[in-house]
């Protein structure tokens, strides 16, 4: 699908299949549901995004459940939902990621002047305890409770992060739990969860939790106490050199290597497996361009060759272009 973004009908959003930031809903459900709540759009074409943290992640030894969030930077609507994957949720993996640090995600973005972007956008997260004047550094918005990490969590999550006894966390009461580049989140403690706490906090629209693991707990045990007011500061920028641009960006969805950028290659794979998956990028015209290669039956066509990749998505005319999921 290419979609020339200087027809003014014409947009690119981001849609969330559920309630949650991941969900099983096929294309054509949440397409339809979309279409039923926005009067006088229609979908015209969809593709899957992002790929998620499953129980290679998040397993026994991180959460009581699998809990799944998007590996990428997550935007709706001007509203962060997911910042990207951390290192600290390799450390358990079962796969050959554990004890890895975790390898740059790239997102798509589009601008509120509806110009596409293809980055490697990282937000810091400060969190402030204003009465007691000391800052921390937050590892992520709605990520893994992972071992030695401190995360940020609100109701685009779920409504647990099912996080282990051995976590510290703290609830903080707030008028509106939604971040955003350019805005602040604050309030006040409400209740503070110590390790093997008998309850947990639920997350709702009116409140954050801070969750800590590790050597991020002191963090919280000995700087929090309820009645605190605590603020969040976001700085948001880009490690391939468009931070002013990215700032700008209404939605963006993630994924993991990039192939193109600004017509250059970026990152060859030298896997010679044939995969289905998905690529999303745009042309030297700005026109967004959405790819879905599917796979047939064993030993007839399995997807796209990765090694061939490149040279694929340039016949294709791409400027700059990622794979999303796969599978």
């Not at 995969?275 to 039956?297: C, F, H, R, S, W």
């Amino acid at each position: 699908a290419v979609g020339d973004l200087s027809n003014t009908n014409l947009s690119v959003e981001v849609i969330n299949g559920g309630q949650y930031m991941v969900s099983g809903e096929t294309m054509m459900s949440a397409s339809a549901s979309y279409n039923a709540s926005h009067p006088g759009q229609t979908v015209l074409a969809a593709v899957n995004g992002d790929l998620w943290m499953t129980n290679v992640h998040s397993n026994e030894q991180v959460t009581t459940k699998v809990l799944k969030v998007p590996r990428g930077f997550t935007m709706i609507d001007g509203e962060i939902w997911a910042t990207q994957q951390i290192g600290m949720e390799n450390y358990v993996a079962t796969n050959a990621e554990k004890g890895t640090t975790s390898p740059d995600k790239a997102s798509f973005g589009i601008t509120v002047t509806n110009q596409p972007l293809v980055g490697i956008p990282i937000v810091d997260i400060t969190v402030k305890n204003e009465t007691k004047g000391k800052n921390f550094a937050a590892d992520g918005i709605n990520r893994l409770p992972a071992h030695n990490s401190l995360i940020v969590y609100n109701y685009r999550c779920n409504d647990t992060n099912y996080a282990l006894a051995d976590a510290y966390e703290i609830e903080i009461e707030v008028e509106s739990s939604a971040f955003t580049v350019d805005g602040k989140v604050s309030g006040k403690v409400k209740a503070i969860y110590p390790a093997n706490s008998s309850t947990r906090p639920t997350f709702n629209e009116k409140n954050v939790v801070l969750t800590a693991r590790g050597n991020r707990v002191n963090d919280l045990k000995n700087n929090f106490s309820v009645g605190d007011t605590v603020s969040f500061a976001l700085n948001l920028t880009d490690k391939l050199g468009n931070t002013a641009l990215w700032q700008t960006v209404e939605d963006a969805i993630g994924g993991h290597m990039i192939t193109l950028n600004d017509g250059k290659i970026f990152s060859p794979n030298g896997n010679n497996s044939e995969y289905p998956t998905t690529l999303i990028g745009y042309n030297n015209d700005g026109k967004v361009m959405m790819l879905t290669i599917n796979a047939q039956e064993s030993g007839k066509y399995l997807g796209l060759n990765f090694t061939k990749g490149v040279r694929f998505c340039q016949e294709l005319g791409y400027n700059s272009v990622f794979y999303m999921d796969g599978g």
